[in-house]
């Protein structure tokens, strides 16, 4: 009963937290004018702040996070691994060689994206090529592609880093530590994360027995080859949205997941739910912060993540033991 | 209620068993005994429908195992498992409440969920006051005791249990068996146990299956197939039976 109080807690502190981050800004507005441009569009600056500017912006990062935090979620299920994270398959690394490379070449920022979500799709059919054979596959063999895969990777972005112009340098990092400032497709992005979050709902009480091994959950009942599968694209197509939307964001995958379970949050049913709510609650934070602490200069989001995700782990960490 | 016909199992290289036909009925208690690697747990999987390609020699009332989806023969044939991921970060009772999602109708099942069902399952194994507890944090008696209460919640017609006695003390090694031996005794229930310890099977189980070397068996009531001569050719060392107020004891000489 308590954790589904907590859940409700979660789903009120949304839209405050979609409010406070409305509300800060390089420019100041007041509550007051913020609540009433919210309540009323019409054509004066404050609207157009408020709407056109942080609305999108805010939007964007409460979905990358909220992917990230489903992905990371799904693939510590499928892999039950405690450290997997939405980039361990190489899904994020074939992003971001596609949207540096076509930086590389001077392309705009609609052709970066479209770069970055086909190389996080050949990287997802590489992987599973590479490690579904016959109807089976082997969860260790899956691992270790991705793995391989995301350092050959690597490997390929250093290299157009090396390559690339003194001018396009900046933006190529701040793309590989997360950028949120050049978010758009925001709308799909959003209507996939709704999408998967219900669907990934639905497979609740089946990701709570795969959690006890494959022989085991077939003893329950559960088809697994199928519901792996399915985990397994979910969270792939999850983290190449979040990527193309908001590049590289590290830490929320990882770290949202394994707050709530230390929270005493086990049951797929309600942790998939409150994780994409925590997830997307705190990269819109985190972003709000990046945006405002150094005005007008922004940080790149995935820095604040990290800033503030690694205190509250090792805490939790450290209160647990 | 189970039965398979001309079951053959083997590895590359090895027979584990050859023609084997067996057919277990509602309320018998089967021990399934044998030397490490004689293919006991690959039997056993190959009786809950885990072997798919022995699935089709495996029959459930009319048809073979592979006929049946996933979720009914879950409903139906419950497996113990010898070993079992450690990986679950929830309480024992969260974890027994899975043994219910073979019978869940919604998408949901938490209104599926018979509280008293699964504290009385709990209850049976001794684990009532350990029930909040997370399960990473039990001993391995324990735990195993939170497996085989899963294992009762999940209310099979047909428990495959694999060395169920494992990690167990003296008393609750007795009282599973009594548990499972109820089961199948007062309720009808099918008990197939791969046991180690010759103590208790004359007491507890009214069958036995001997898997030899080779792929050989031999099977029949407990009281007919347990004896010197099969015990020692099946374990290769001398062994002397002594008759106790409790049934036949074998003593290794």
Redesign the interface.
């Known amino acids: 009963m308590r954790r589904s109080l907590l859940l409700g807690f979660l789903i009120l502190l949304a839209p405050a937290i979609f409010f406070v981050s409305v509300l800060f800004g390089s420019v100041d507005l007041s509550a007051g004018q913020v609540f009433d441009a919210l309540l009323s569009r019409s054509n004066d600056i404050t609207s157009d702040i408020v709407w056109k500017l942080r609305v999108p912006r805010v939007l964007a990062a409460f979905g990358c996070g909220g992917l990230l935090a489903l992905a990371g979620t799904l693939l510590q299920v499928l892999l ?1 691994n405690p450290l997997a994270d939405p980039y361990i398959l190489g899904v994020s690394g074939g992003a971001a060689l596609g949207a540096l490379s076509a930086m590389l070449f001077g392309l705009g920022m609609v052709n970066v994206n479209l770069a970055a979500l086909c190389g996080a799709l050949i990287a997802i059919a590489a992987v599973f090529g590479l490690s579904f054979r016959a109807g089976d596959w082997n969860l260790f063999c899956l691992l270790l592609c991705g793995v391989v895969l995301a350092s050959g990777f690597g490997a390929l972005i250093s290299l157009v880093l090396v390559l690339a112009p003194q001018a396009n340098l900046k933006g190529m990092l701040f793309w590989l530590m997360g950028d949120l400032s050049q978010a758009d497709q925001t709308t799909p992005a959003l209507i996939l994360l709704a999408v998967l979050t219900v669907a990934s ?2 497979f ?3 990701l ?2 795969l ?3 494959d ?2 959950a ?6 697994v080859i199928p519901t792996q599968l399915a985990i397994f694209f979910a969270a792939s197509i999850a983290t190449a949205a979040a990527v193309v939307l908001g590049g590289t964001v590290g830490f929320v995958g990882l770290i949202v997941p394994h707050l709530l ?1 230390l929270l005493g949050i ?2 797929h ?1 309600l942790l998939i739910p409150m994780a994409v709510l925590v997830g997307g609650g705190f990269l819109a934070i985190s972003d709000t912060f990046a945006r405002t602490f150094w005005a007008p200069l922004q940080l790149p989001v995935g820095i604040v993540t990290a800033l503030f995700g690694v205190p509250v782990m090792l805490f939790l960490l450290s209160r647990k033991r | 209620m189970l039965r398979c016909t001309n079951l053959s199992l083997s590895y590359p290289g090895k027979t584990l068993c050859d023609n084997l036909s067996l057919e277990i009925a509602a309320g018998q208690s089967w021990a399934i005994i044998g030397k490490n690697g004689s293919g006991k747990t690959t039997l056993l999987h190959a009786l809950g429908g885990l072997n798919a390609a022995a699935s089709r020699q495996v029959f459930f009332r009319e048809n073979n195992l592979g006929a049946y989806s996933r979720k009914t023969l879950a409903k139906n044939i419950g497996v113990l498992l010898q070993q079992e991921d450690a990986n679950y970060w929830g309480s024992v009772r969260d974890y027994v409440m899975l043994g219910r999602y073979p019978h869940q109708r919604s998408i949901f099942g938490w209104q599926n969920q018979n509280l008293q069902l699964v504290e009385d399952a709990i209850s049976r194994v001794g684990l009532t006051a350990l029930a909040s507890r997370a399960m990473h944090t039990l001993s391995g008696g324990e735990g195993q005791r939170a497996r085989i209460a899963l294992l009762l919640y999940q209310q099979p017609q047909i428990f495959l249990l694999d060395e169920p006695l494992q990690h167990l003390d003296l008393q609750y090694q007795q009282q599973t068996l009594k548990i499972f031996t109820e089961l199948a005794q007062v309720e009808k229930r099918a008990v197939v146990m791969v046991l180690h310890d010759l103590m208790w099977i004359p007491r507890y189980c009214d069958h036995a299956l001997l898997l030899y070397e080779g792929g050989h068996f031999i099977l029949g009531p407990t009281a007919e197939v347990l004896n010197v001569e099969n015990l020692e050719n099946l374990y290769k060392c001398r062994l002397k039976a002594v008759e106790s107020d409790f049934g036949r004891i074998f003593l290794p000489c």
């Open positions: 039950r709902l639905l609740g009480g089946t709570n027995i959690g006890l091994g022989t085991k077939k003893t329950l009942g559960v088809a379970r086990t049951d049913r």
